[in-house]
């Protein structure tokens, strides 16, 4: 999906603490300049984690 947007990740970092898990990236890609793009990521990432 990411790659569809020409998005790259440029750090991926996951982190436990105790029954918690924290997963943070850091992306980059052009597309990511443009709001409208921007809220369409989300979505499709959003929809993608919930399924």
Do not use: C, P, W, Y
Not at 29 to 45: D, P, V, Y
């Amino acid at each position: 999906m990411l790659a569809r947007h020409q998005i790259q990740v440029q750090l991926a970092k996951i982190v436990t603490l105790g029954e918690r898990v924290e997963d943070t990236f850091l992306i980059h890609g052009s597309q990511l300049q443009h709001n409208r793009a921007q809220i369409e990521i989300e979505t499709e990432l959003l929809d993608a984690l919930a399924s």
